[in-house]
């Protein structure tokens, strides 16, 4: 076809001729002429003009269009053109324009969010989290918060230096004069004697007097303002339930505070013992604690809710040596020294320098294994077992009795006896049960006194 515009009517082969169908199913063309034989599907002429049409001016002698010019067949085996739909367009998508657009927008989001940071801290501006208010840092006296700030002015540390080397315990200031009351145990073949308070001052001290049956000692600082004496309470009045507060230096931990209950009174304690002949051996009418005291408590006091002194903490029971779980520390079971028994020993320490103890002026038998306390056959070094016109001679005590009860509360063996008869003082009234050739017997005694270790 010219290119040229088309004046003349419009060639019929657009549709399919006449008579040229072949029974194929529908849509489906004839084969062109020579398609059976392998000839090409590529058709070469075109059919003839219809009638009244010339031919046209380009064909040749026998009318077929020349090899130049091919026209479209809708039935052929394939177009032979395609649409020219122009140069391909090198732009963006719509949804490469949207990635495109977020990506940019997450990337300036997080550089901005860094520069905003980096900026922020560079500035003054300081970032505060919500915070509950300073509130009145006052606590109610009975609390105990409010018994450790009563009591901790007058708490000390101690650190002692001797021949078999140095340890911590912890004392309590008796007086104005200086006068700190602790343990034997801790003071005990000392050579130097540091006292630190809770404000952190340290100073030396030196060491008024000490006694190793009822494991107290009293030493004292010199130069030293503003003491703040602890208020001593009344042992007597302490009942089981009770609450209290320990302070001391568990393991050099100074200041340190625990709470806990008496759990028991009247509890039959020895200790120490580690000499061999019983000089060293403590005999304690202790209260018992669940306030976890450990080593390095010893010394310090026990309070109650007033924020009193009711006791010396002294001992603590831990598990049995063979024990493979045995634990080192507080299992709950601390022992303090009655601050009624205290009191009396540190007078008498301050005064002379040793403390007295009541006696009963008997020797015990200490390999008894039956129920009681039992007198022995002989004293020491073949003397009398009952010594000559003394409290057990005048109250009728005689060898082999086995002593039960004194005043009236069970006596089990010759270590609860003498814990017993020390709670006393000197003087004071007892009334003994004894069991003599069968038959309990009722004696008075009145104690006597001996000096101390």
Sequence with gaps: MADRQQTDPAPQWWSRPEGTADGRSGGVPAPRPGAEDGAPAVQDAVPASPEGVPPSPDAGPDGAAPAREVRYDPWGGQPLQVVDRGRERRGFRLWQVAAL???????????????????????????????????????APGSVAGIAATALPGVVTLH???????????????????????????VADSKEIAVTFSTGESVTAELVGRDSGYDLAVVKVSGVRGLRPLSLGNSENVQVGDPVVAIGAPFDLSNTVTSGIISATGRPVTAGGDKGDGSDISYVDALQTDAPINPGNSGGPLLDAKA???GINSAIRGADKDDPT?????????FAIPINQGKRVAEELIRTGRATHPVIGVTLDMDYTGDGARVGDKGEDGKPSVVSDGPGARAGIKAGDVITKVDGQRVRGGDELIIKIRAHRPGDPLTLTVLREGRERTLQVVLGSANGS
């Excluded at 560079?122 to 300073?134: F, K």
């Excluded at 004069?177 to 801790?186: A, S, W």
Aim: glycine residues 24%; hydrophobic residues 35%.
């Design 101 to 139: 657009s977020a990506g940019t927008a997450l990337l300036a989001g997080g550089i901005g969010g860094y520069v905003g940071v980096l900026a922020e801290r560079q500035s003054g501006t300081r970032l505060e989290l919500p915070q509950a208010a300073v509130a009145d840092k006052g606590r």
């Design 160 to 186: 002692v230096r001797g021949e078999k080397g140095s340890g911590t315990g912890t004392g309590f200031v008796l007086d104005e004069q200086g006068h700190i009351l602790t343990n034997n145990h801790v």
């Design 308 to 310: 009193h002194v009711v």
């Design 326 to 334: 045995r634990q080192g520390g507080s299992i709950g079971l601390g």
